[in-house]
């Protein structure tokens, strides 16, 4: 089984910067992708970036410009900077990862989620 562990969320003020991370573990063979989905109260879960195993990256709409994601091969870990933080960012972050373990092909594992608030 895989868990990942998200940290780095909490309450920042408008125009701040902060950084997510996940980290993955478990008996994992390989990565497809790993990427970052949020969702506020009353909407939909949205895409927020990816990144593949071949580092292509691709991000959503509202944060282009603003956000980045990296990935730590080593550590098993993604990251997500975000910048210019805006009120409408606030939601649940959750981290995603495609990964194949030793008992199964590629199959879909989330984090339990970590709060996100841009407030004065």
């Known amino acids: 089984q895989v868990q990942l562990v998200e940290s780095g969320g909490g309450l920042v003020q408008p125009g701040g910067s902060l950084r997510l991370s996940c980290e993955a573990s478990?008996?994992?063979?390989?990565?497809?992708?790993m990427g970052w989905y949020r969702q506020a109260p009353g909407k939909e879960r949205e895409l927020v970036a990816t990144?593949?195993?071949?580092?292509?990256?691709n991000y959503g709409d509202s944060v282009k410009g603003r956000f980045t994601i990296s990935r730590d091969n080593a550590k098993n870990t993604v990251y997500l900077q975000m910048n210019s933080l805006k009120p409408e960012d606030t939601a649940v972050y959750s981290c995603?990862?495609?990964?194949?373990?030793?008992?199964?092909?590629?199959?879909?594992?989330w984090g339990q989620g970590t709060q996100v608030t841009v407030s004065s």
């Open positions: 995603k990862a495609r990964a194949r373990t030793r008992w199964e092909n590629y199959d879909d594992y």
């Open positions: 478990g008996s994992i063979l390989g990565f497809n992708a």
């Open positions: 990144i593949t195993s071949d580092g292509r990256t």
